[in-house]
Structures are given as C-alpha cells and as structure tokens.
C-alpha cells in the first residue's frame, strides 16, 4: 500500500509523518530531556525515585568510568545482565554517552545462552546482578570479556536500606549463589572513579548502531539485530506520535512530563526498552520499575502506592493481575493507556480489563527488527479490538504471496513492513540479513497477515506456526483464541502434529481453570464452534505452559514434547 493510504484513518492529534531530522543520536534525546525535565521523577524502583537530573549525573558518571578506567573504545559491546532496577538505566545511558554499543542480555538465560550471545557479539564489557555471578564465572573463559562490573540490588538505595536489601537477596532469600570473580569491580565502585572525570563527549550519528538486540532465538539460533540511533530515535517519535492522540476534551491524551507509567515487562526486551526506556525520555514521564512481575500480591501492593495513568503488559500478565483479589480494589481513575504487545492479545482478557478498569487495552505489533513498534491502535473507543491498528507514522505494510506478489486487501499473506525504524541488519550475517530485507527497504516478517479495507490490520498467525490439515490452513491463533474464551480454561496452545490421514492434525494443550474439565466437554466445545478439520484431535491437560520471559508461549518446545 501507498504510505498515504492511512494518512486519514488516524486518531485526531496524531501526525501522519515524524521529523526525523530532530535529533542526531539518542545521546542528544537522552540529554535534552534530562535538561528539560530536570526536577521531574524518571525512574523509581525498591521505594526508592531518580530525577531526570540525577539520572543525567549517575549516567555521566558511569560513562566517564568506562572512558578513563577501561580501553573500551565507541563502537565496542557491553552487555547489559539486570532485570528492571534503577542501575539498569543508569548503565544503559550511560554506556552509549561513552560511545559503546549495548548489548540486552535476558537475566533468566542459561550459560549456553549467554556464551552464544557474548561471543557472537564480541561482548568486551559487561554488566550484571550479583545473581547471576556464578553463571558469569561458567561462562567468561569461553568470551572476549575483559571488564565485569558488579551490581547488588541495593546499590542505588539509602546506605542502611542497601545493605538490608542485599543482606536479605544473599542470606535469607539464597539468591546469590556462591562463586569467584575477584577481577569484578562493584558498580557503586565505578561510579566513585568516574566521579571526578569529566565525561568527553562522542561524535554519533543516526547510522550508528546503538544497540544489539538478539531475537527470542524461537527460530533456531539467536540473531543480533543492529538497530541504529536513527532506528530507536524513529521509533520514539513514532511511539510518542501515538501518544499525543487528543482526548474528548481537545488535549493531548498523555501530558508531558506528567504521566505515570507501570513497567513490568523487563527493559532488557525491545518492546519496553523502547516504550519505557526511550519513548518516555522525549515526553517526560515517570516510570515505576517493577523488578519481579511473577510475584503477583507484591506488584499488586506497587500499584496501591501511585496513581498511575498508562501501564504497558501482555495477556499472561492482565490474567494474573486480574486474578488477584486485591487487583479490583485499585484507584483506577486515572488510568488512560493500557498497552499490550509482545504476544496476541485475547479478546474475553480486553473486555473482561475494561470492565474492571474502565481502560481498554489496545494491542499494538512490532518485532525486535522493527525497534520494535511497527503499528498500533488508536486509544479508548476508537480502538478496534481484534486487530494490532494501523502503521504507526512513518510506516507503511504490504502483503505479499509465496511469490513476492503484493496481494489486494482483504488477503491473507506475509506482512512486510518498510519505515525508519526497521533494523539495519543482523550482525555480522549478511545472508541472514538479504532473507529478510529486499534492496527497496522491506522487511519480511515471517508473519501472516489480512489488511482489511479500512486500512486495520490483523496478524493470523506466524507463518511457520500454520497447520495443514488436508490441504487446509489452520491458524493456531484461532484456535487458542477460541477455546481462550471458555470459562473453564485457563491457557493454551495449539501445534500441528504429523497425522498419516490427513498429514497434519491439531493438537491442544490446556491448562485448565477448573479442575473438572474434561477432554469431552472441551471437544463438544470445538465441534461447535469450529469447522471440521479445525477441531483438535488431541487435548492433553498440563499444569503449566512453557514460555519466554516475556510471557509468549514456546510452541517449538510443545512440539518437541509432542
């Protein structure tokens, strides 16, 4: 479709293109915001807030660090191990004033993980929690780490409360398991060394890369995707685009420098790296880290403490929430932006969050190669449930065949996506990089996708995930969503498993709600609601799902299981 063919179906107050040419770098978003907003609260986590202009020092500071006590020069890797702490943003900004490149490493990864992702991209620094100290001890002769920087939970709290932090991680909760890393340097200990130093200023520009993001790895092994300044920069403008959609009353829906944003998911995934991390910088808002999403009453009591107006999740995570006695209880009153991404957003989940809430949830879709939003909903009743909205500003999607041929609306084929904020490529894998992005720009998603006529999107499935039952394509999606919706299952998921009839067969696995459910009962369901071939030939009842971090549903390991 023509770029201009959205133009007209955005929400009032929402432009239809960004002006790149703002800013040169992140750096220079990083800075101005802090100048600009300066007394305003930007992260606060453990009790404890910064401002942006204590964030500005802190990250000066560890930048300065890094330029006078290590060889690290711009355009080197640190790798960044933390889960949402304040010390997170501080060493993000920090690492890219010095010039570095970072690299997001997921907390919950194994020692293989970890290896593939460090040598892979030639990590030279890295920062992590104590926690994970022994698997950095496993994993350092195998790498090209020469600095390790040590962080304790309590770090950036009040002496007597950090030290009561970190005594109860270590001694009482037995999280930090033994291990021998005398080369390390304590992160309050950096900062005192770079306390005294100027920091040298680096020359960016929008082609730079800024941060290597590696995907799930669901599709074989984990890839770098380079996205550069002008990527995150495109991106956070292109976010805050959407924010600036006027309320009933003729303003702007998120004022700046006065929301209040939830940040459970982890900031080391693209989605809230880009949403909380960057997008928040250009409008001034305060962001409450919650470092452990899983532990449901404790986040429930977090969100007792602040009147808070946007929070940025995905369906596991409302469920859980919504499950929770207290969770209704809450000042809601001023909740006005409810995001979900990352995974497919169940219809009953939206309508059961309205109802308790007064927010919609409205899904949005990106990939980590599109920094990573790519489209999104307008917010409240112009949100159109059941699809991920239209190209954000910027953007524009096409759908093509198995041949290449761009497919009129209403088809179904891959979505592909062109705008500034698609990647530059993977690292250091160009055949990798020329499957997925043409010379003219466009980025192959790997995902299956209709554009209605009135410009709306809906993702059907991921490619790879599409079942063939007798020549017949069968969405996971739309099974999981259905069977979602009875009031006895709690989640599930659907695969296709070999079958010497028809080649392929559904299979289901469900996590029940109430213990008696039965395999019956749930077919009865199917064949009512769904065309013959669709319904599930196997139910199999199990006490949980394997997921990623982020809550999306491992299908690959489900069919190894099968």
């Known amino acids: 479709m023509q770029p201009d063919f959205w133009n007209d179906k955005r929400a009032p107050g929402v432009p239809s293109d960004i002006d790149l040419a703002s800013y040169q770098s992140v750096i220079e978003v990083f800075e101005r915001s802090c100048k600009r907003f300066a007394d305003r609260p930007a992260f606060s986590n453990l009790g404890v807030t910064l401002t942006y202009a204590e964030l500005d020092r802190l990250s000066a500071t560890f930048a300065a660090y890094l330029q006078k006590h290590t060889d690290l020069k711009p355009g080197e890797r640190i790798a960044v191990q933390m889960p949402n702490v304040l010390q997170y943003p501080v060493v993000v900004f920090g690492a890219l004033r010095a010039g570095l490149i970072v690299v997001n490493t997921n907390p919950l990864y194994t020692a293989r993980e970890m290896k593939h992702q460090f040598k892979d991209a030639g990590v030279r620094a890295l920062v992590y929690l104590n926690m994970f100290g022994k698997l950095v001890q496993e994993v350092l002769p195998e790498t090209e780490i020469d600095y390790l920087i040590e962080a304790k939970m309590g770090d950036l709290l009040p002496s007597l409360k950090g030290w009561l932090v970190n005594a109860v991680v270590k001694k009482v909760k037995k999280m930090v398991p033994d291990y021998h890393l005398p080369q390390a340097i304590a992160f309050k200990q950096a900062l005192k060394q770079g306390q005294s130093q100027p920091l040298a200023p680096v020359k960016v520009c929008q082609q730079d890369v800024a941060v290597l993001q590696y995907t799930g790895g669901t599709t074989g092994v984990a890839k770098g995707a380079m996205l550069t300044h002008g990527n995150l920069i495109a991106n956070m403008l292109q976010a805050d685009a959407c924010l600036s959609q006027l309320g009933?009353?003729?303003?702007?829906?998120?004022?700046?420098?006065?929301?209040?944003?939830?940040?459970?998911?982890?900031?080391?995934?693209?989605?809230?790296?880009?949403?909380?991390?960057?997008?928040?910088?250009?409008?001034?808002?305060?962001?409450?880290?919650?470092?452990n999403p899983r532990d449901i009453p404790g986040f429930v009591k977090e969100l007792g403490k602040w009147r808070f107006s946007a929070l940025l999740g995905l369906n596991t995570l409302f469920v859980?929430?919504?499950?929770?006695?207290?969770?209704?209880?809450?000042?809601?009153?001023?909740?006005?932006?409810?995001?979900?991404?990352?995974?497919?957003?169940?219809?009953?989940?939206?309508?059961?969050?309205?109802?308790?809430?007064?927010?919609?949830?409205?899904?949005?879709?990106?990939?980590?190669?599109?920094?990573?939003?790519?489209?999104?909903?307008?917010?409240?009743?112009?949100?159109?449930?059941?699809?991920?909205?239209?190209?954000?500003?910027?953007?524009?999607?096409?759908?093509?065949?198995?041949?290449?041929?761009?497919?009129?609306?209403?088809?179904?084929?891959?979505?592909?996506?062109?705008?500034?904020?698609?990647?530059?490529?993977?690292?250091?894998?160009?055949?990798?990089?020329?499957?997925?992005?043409?010379?003219?720009?466009?980025?192959?998603?790997?995902?299956?996708?209709?554009?209605?006529?009135?410009?709306?999107?809906?993702?059907?499935?991921?490619?790879?995930?599409?079942?063939?039952?007798?020549?017949?394509?069968?969405?996971?999606?739309?099974?999981?969503?259905?069977?979602?919706?009875?009031?006895?299952?709690?989640?599930?998921a659907a695969i296709g498993v070999p079958d010497e009839k028809s080649g392929e067969v559904v299979k289901l696995f469900v996590v029940p709600r109430d213990t008696d459910v039965t395999v019956e009962e749930l077919k009865a369901y199917c064949k009512e609601n769904f065309t013959g071939y669709k319904v599930p030939k196997h139910i199999v009842f199990r006490d949980a799902l394997p997921m990623t971090p982020v809550g999306k549903i491992l299908r690959r390991e489900l069919r190894d299981i099968a």
């Open 248 to 291: 009933d009353d003729g303003t702007r829906l998120m004022k700046l420098g006065q929301e209040i944003m939830i940040a459970p998911l982890p900031l080391y995934h693209i989605y809230a790296f880009t949403v909380c991390c960057m997008c928040m910088m250009v409008n001034g808002n305060h962001n409450i880290l919650i470092t």
């Open 320 to 492: 859980a929430l919504m499950d929770h006695p207290e969770f209704k209880n809450l000042d809601f009153s001023n909740l006005k932006v409810t995001n979900s991404g990352g995974t497919a957003l169940v219809k009953a989940t939206a309508e059961r969050w309205q109802a308790m809430t007064g927010c919609s949830v409205v899904e949005g879709y990106g990939l980590t190669e599109t920094s990573p939003v790519a489209s999104a909903n307008a917010y409240g009743h112009l949100a159109r449930l059941g699809t991920v909205g239209i190209p954000v500003p910027g953007t524009t999607f096409k759908v093509i065949n198995d041949e290449g041929e761009e497919l009129p609306l209403g088809e179904r084929g891959e979505l592909c996506i062109k705008g500034p904020q698609v990647m530059k490529g993977y690292w250091q894998r160009p055949e990798a990089t020329d499957e997925v992005l043409d010379a003219e720009g466009w980025f192959k998603t790997g995902d299956i996708a209709v554009i209605d006529p009135d410009g709306y999107v809906r993702i059907v499935d991921r490619k790879k995930d599409m079942i063939i039952v007798s020549g017949f394509n069968v969405y996971p999606n739309e099974i999981e969503d259905v069977v979602m919706a009875h009031p006895k299952v709690a989640n599930c």
